[in-house]
């Protein structure tokens, strides 16, 4: 269910956060991912207030007779709230909500949409929504979007509910509202309820963790798989050498494939193991005998499976540790896909400390992680627009999977034409005509709604 954030002190505290650029008994930070001390949003990346009511007591209390013991007041329980993921930077948003039924929640917006409160959608326990980071802004709502939506109940900005829950598979009636919404970050409303489709989960997965010693070997591999394995085939994942270095140095993790420039993990999925077996089997002899893999090991119980994932999965966990992480969520052509990452390492040289490659090569979608000792705002600018540029000219998408969030609202222009951002911002100003939800995200600011 969804839930929301506000902190309980006063508009003269907010003064004075932004008069003194910092956090009243927060230290300077220097805003590594690692760090315990986190940079305000405001001060990094230099965002004015949009002119939102200021949360007042009464506010406060309207919130607390409506839902009695749901709203967190408390400096430090709300502070979580406010840090992105990464614990790069900070908002100071001051209340925490959490509402049970849509019934709240369209209270909830209606009250803010009346009093010009601006809200600002979460994504739960999971992190902020389309990996947005908090402002400064009043009051935070959180919802999450699931994968395989079929449909939805919605409240708009101004509380009304939007009742498109059903199960069909197919209903072509009219627009489907649904893709409008999904990726919108909480800037056209909040879902509180889904639908979604579950697949029956395989009798059979296996997992292949291979070796291969070019990124054009990977290609090979992933071209003679599809034709292979086809309708087994479940996952391809690709990652090279840094990610496994980082997560053997700071996770403790070992590969069973080693000195390999870059590595492959394959899982299918199907209801009969000894067919799935046989033409993985087939496939891998294929690959070794052909040059394409150079070693690898197969999993079939889950323990193990698991193990190999962990590989993967925790590479993000890993960076952490490094410092700073600079994160790009890319997709492009298959063919061009780590082209980036080389061109990336060549351009900044020594004044990063990592550019690591990893992602669904199945997909197109890569994560570029570049990592720093700290912050530092010559090393951006030496990153953006460069990143977005190359991508844009493989026309690509500089946002693959986790949206544009606050940081890359203004670079939307490098994957969708002008005439289709003004056409989100219409919708945008139809269905929040005062953009009480999720201010400064997604979109770049349309003209008449400069900051102040």
């Not at 197969?298 to 193990?304: P, Q, R, S």
Request: glycine content about 8%.
């Amino acid at each position: 269910m969804a839930a929301a954030v506000v902190w309980r002190r006063g508009a003269a505290w907010l003064r004075s956060c932004r008069a003194n650029r910092e956090l009243p008994g927060v230290p300077r930070a220097r805003g590594c991912a690692g760090s315990r001390e986190v940079v305000p949003t405001c001060e990094r990346y230099a965002v004015r207030r949009l002119p939102f009511a200021r949360l007042a007591d009464g506010d406060v209390a309207f919130f607390e007779r409506l839902m009695p013991g749901r709203v967190i007041t408390g400096e430090e329980e709300v502070k979580p709230f406010n840090v992105d993921w990464l614990k790069s930077v900070r908002g100071c948003s001051q209340l925490v909500l959490k509402p049970q039924t849509t019934a709240e929640v369209s209270q909830i917006l209606r009250y803010c949409h009346e009093r010009n409160l601006a809200v600002n959608p979460q994504g739960g326990n999971t992190g902020l929504v389309g990996g947005s980071v908090p402002v400064f802004d009043e009051i935070i709502l959180s919802t999450a979007l699931m994968n395989q939506i079929i449909s939805f109940d919605k409240v708009l900005a101004d509380g009304s509910a939007l009742d498109c829950l059903t199960s069909l598979r197919k209903d072509n009636t009219g627009y489907d509202l649904k893709q409008l919404f999904i990726g919108s970050e909480g800037t056209l409303g909040v879902i509180t309820a889904v639908s979604i489709l579950c697949p029956q989960r395989p009798k059979a997965v296996n997992v292949a963790f291979l070796g291969c010693q070019s990124f054009a070997k990977v290609l090979e591999t992933f071209t003679t798989c599809r034709a292979m394995l086809g309708e087994i085939l479940s996952a391809y994942e690709f990652m090279d050498e840094k990610c496994m270095e980082l997560v053997e140095t700071h996770l403790k993790l070992s590969s069973p494939v080693a000195d390999s420039p870059f590595y492959v993990l394959i899982e299918t999925s199907g209801s009969n193991s000894t067919h799935d077996e046989e033409k993985l089997h087939n496939f891998l002899e294929q690959a070794m005998a052909s040059g394409l893999v150079t070693d690898g090991t197969v999993a079939t119980d889950e323990k193990k499976i698991k193990v190999l994932w962990s590989l993967r999965e925790r590479i993000t966990e890993a960076l952490t540790h490094e410092g700073y992480v600079y994160k790009y969520d890319i997709s492009l052509p298959v063919g061009k896909l780590y082209d980036l990452v080389t061109d990336m390492r060549a351009r900044l040289g020594q004044s990063a400390k990592n550019v690591v490659g990893y992602g669904h090569l199945g997909d197109g979608n890569l994560h570029l992680n570049i990592t720093a000792e700290s912050y530092s705002h010559s090393l951006l600018e030496a990153i953006e627009p460069f990143v977005y540029e190359w991508t844009a000219r493989c026309s690509g998408s500089i946002s693959a999977e986790h949206g544009l969030g606050f940081k890359k609202r203004h670079f939307i222009h490098y994957s969708k034409p002008h005439e289709a951002v003004l056409l989100m911002q219409q919708f945008k100003a139809m269905l929040d005509p005062k953009g009480i939800l999720n201010p400064y995200k997604t979109l770049p600011s349309a003209p008449d709604r400069s900051t102040c």
